[in-house]
């Protein structure tokens, strides 16, 4: 595996170097990459293999991951079976679908560092995120705000305005929003945990994205988490921009519950199952207060159709419904891949990729763009957020006219991120070149 102590050099010949060295390099061959021409097909005529050269450069991982080339073949299983079977492919199936969802159990656990019965796939992140609150979020006279970053996720947002007011409660007074420092784009950890030393009696509950969606920046997690705690505060972490980006370490970690999406670094496809992590010493509290249904009862009575819930332990025990089998297959077909190669080895390219991608950045003639992203690798994952001086939509525009796929967030944000699973240092060494390009005829 390549080292971030790579001296990086702004040429073809040097990209293509790294790509030769990398150890993961096949992995791209196992994604459907887009191309120029199916990006302005309107004929409806779908063509999924193209010359390479045709390939686009995706850098959008970060908002919907590529398509692996099994998930075809994964769901047609199960069509097929369905087919075959009718309802006896519960049972009968090559992959029966009672007990599907354990199929990614294990892997979803080592995904996030967790242990089995800490973590479920189920539902999508925000109603995961209304569930956890109702377990995690339980406001008392003294103790009733909750803490997030001040530009999180919107969807974030709304749900902690929605259940502060749930419980009867004025969002402007309860919710407390972290700021960063005047003329600073990213928030300091010692900032974080002076806020949670002032107000730690009031607060109840500190949701925090792992990685902030619009500026990239990965909260140091560990400090945090002991210092909720020492507060008396659940503490819990919204992994859509962290879960098959980031390292995790949710059980070590110590934080009471995380959630995340499965349809952008872990490329299970547009709306894709969702995950759930409740850490183990919470596994057995069943006086937690928690909303019931039959999929989270006890397996060995749950077909007796009783009257009365009994909740499996662990993260198991917060399932309502059965799960969707079609999106668990595409799933599965994706976290095969993430459980294939591992997180670590994936982040180490990731840091490398990011890097490199910084590095060409800087080479691009002054006044083009600034990086609000945090340089230091422990401090984000494979997302660069990029702020151009020019208009950043046109900017877009331009570059998918040239093949370059990435996305804007408002006000100003260009996110630019190579997915270690099926990006290479070409494909951002190519991005640098079309912005450098830009930038010297004036776009």
């Known amino acids: 595996m390549l080292t971030s102590a790579v001296k990086f050099e702004n040429s073809e010949i040097f ?3 790294l790509d030769e060295k990398d150890e993961l390099k096949g992995l791209r061959e196992l994604f459907y990459i887009p191309t120029r021409q199916s990006l302005s097909d309107t004929s409806g005529k779908r063509r999924l293999e193209q010359p390479d050269g045709d390939q686009c450069i995706y850098l959008a991982g970060n908002s919907l991951g590529l398509q692996p080339k099994r998930v075809k073949d994964y769901i047609c299983e199960e069509l097929e079976d369905w087919a075959y079977l009718g309802v006896e492919g519960h049972f009968n199936g090559r992959h029966p679908w009672l007990p599907y969802h354990e199929n990614v159990a294990d892997m979803s656990a080592r995904l996030v560092g967790a242990k089995p019965i800490e973590v479920v796939v189920m539902n999508t992140l925000t109603t995961n995120l209304h569930l956890m609150m109702v377990s995690f979020y339980q406001p008392k006279k003294e103790r009733y705000k909750i803490l997030v970053e001040s530009n999180a996720f919107p969807s974030d947002q709304y749900a902690v305005a929605s259940q502060a007011k749930f419980h009867g409660y004025n969002p402007a007074d309860a919710i407390i929003e972290l700021k960063p420092r005047e003329g600073e784009e990213t928030m300091r950890t010692e900032d974080i945990l002076d806020v949670i030393e002032k107000h730690g009696s009031e607060i109840a509950l500190i949701l925090l994205g792992n990685v902030n969606y619009l500026t990239g920046q990965a909260f140091q997690v560990v400090p945090l988490a002991q210092k909720a705690h020492e507060k008396g505060c659940y503490m819990g972490l919204n992994l859509a921009h962290g879960a098959g980006n980031l390292h995790l370490q949710l059980h070590d970690w110590g934080v009471d519950f995380a959630v995340w999406c499965s349809y952008k670094y872990l490329n299970s496809g547009p709306g894709g199952l969702a995950g759930c992590f409740v850490h183990e010493r919470h596994k057995d509290d069943f006086g937690l207060p928690r909303f019931a249904g039959w999929w989270g009862h006890n397996k060995t009575t749950r077909f007796k159709m009783g009257p009365e819930f009994e909740p499996l332990p662990g993260a198991e025990g917060w399932q309502l419904s059965n799960p969707p089998i079609f999106p668990l297959a595409a799933l599965r077909a994706s976290l095969e891949l993430f459980d294939q190669v591992g997180m670590k080895k994936l982040r180490e390219k990731g840091d490398l990729l990011t890097g490199y991608l910084e590095y060409l950045l800087s080479c691009v003639p002054q006044g083009t763009l600034s990086i609000i992203t945090p340089s230091a690798p422990e401090q984000r994952g494979s997302q660069l957020s990029i702020r151009f001086t020019r208009d950043p939509k046109a900017m877009l525009n331009a570059f998918k006219e040239e093949g370059v796929i990435c996305d804007f967030r408002e006000p100003d ?31």
């Open 15 to 17: 990209a293509r170097t």
């Open 413 to 443: 944000i260009i996110r630019a991120t190579p997915a270690p699973m099926y990006n290479t240092f070409l494909d951002v060494y190519r991005f640098a070149g079309i912005v450098s390009s830009f930038a010297r005829s004036g776009g």
